[in-house]
Structure formats: C-alpha cells, structure tokens
C-alpha cells in the first residue's frame, strides 16, 4: 500500500502560478503510475494530468495542455503539478493518485487505487 499526501495548494490570482507536490511513502514509489485529479463544487472528478512511473509518458486533459506540467522525482518519492496561467475556471479540490503497474511506461487516466486527501486551490478574478 502507498500513502500519499498533497501539498501546495491556496489562493491565487488568476493569472497567477502554483506547484502542487505529493508525497508518497509505504512501496516502491518507481512502480506507480501517477495521477491529478480535481473535483469542482457540483461537478465530477476529472483527470488533470498523468505520469507513467518512469516518467517519461505523460497525459495531459485538454482544458490544461500548454499551462500545466506534471514532473516525478522517484528519488524523493514526490510528483509535481506546475500550475501557471491559472484561470477561474481550474478552482477545485486537487487529489493525487497511485496506482501500481508492470510496465513502467504504462499511462494510467483512471482507476487509481489510492488516493491523497486533497489540497485546495481557489483562483480568483
């Protein structure tokens, strides 16, 4: 099992940046697939962006392609989401997640097995 916990989040301008970081501890975090989602008020989760565990495959939903960045570091047991250029709109509760997979290039976009508690992220106007 892996535990993991965000951090990062807060209130931001819209225009403004932040980075999210998730660390992960408990197994091999190199064998893990990763994930952001985020849950707005009213609507669903919703993927954000991926990484495979080597991370050098990444995924990307199309509403942030070109503003966010998903980044690993195996050694500190950590994945990233750069956020810049940050819009009303990207307001939510941002989860991390996890999922175990054979091969490391493996792109994973939904069922995720484990789950951070979220951090949230306002942007406002």
């Known amino acids: 099992q892996v535990q993991l916990e965000e951090s990062g989040g807060g209130l931001v301008l819209a225009g403004g940046s932040l980075r999210l970081s998730c660390a992960a501890s408990?197994?091999?975090?190199?064998?893990?697939?990763m994930g952001w989602f985020r849950q707005a008020p009213g609507k669903e989760r919703e993927v954000v962006a991926t990484?495979?565990?080597?991370?050098?495959?990444?995924y990307y939903v199309d509403s942030v392609k070109g503003r966010f960045t998903i980044s690993r570091d195996n050694a500190k047991n950590t994945v990233y989401l750069q956020m810049n250029s940050l819009k009303p709109e990207d307001t939510a509760v941002y989860y991390c997640?996890?999922?175990?997979?054979?091969?490391?290039?493996?792109?994973?976009?939904?069922?995720?097995?484990?789950w951070g508690q979220g951090t949230q992220v306002t942007v406002s106007s």
């Open positions: 997640a996890a999922e175990p997979v054979v091969r490391r290039n493996s792109i994973i976009i939904s069922g995720y097995d484990y």
């Open positions: 408990g197994r091999t975090f190199s064998n893990y697939a």
């Open positions: 990484v495979s565990a080597s991370g050098g495959i990444t």
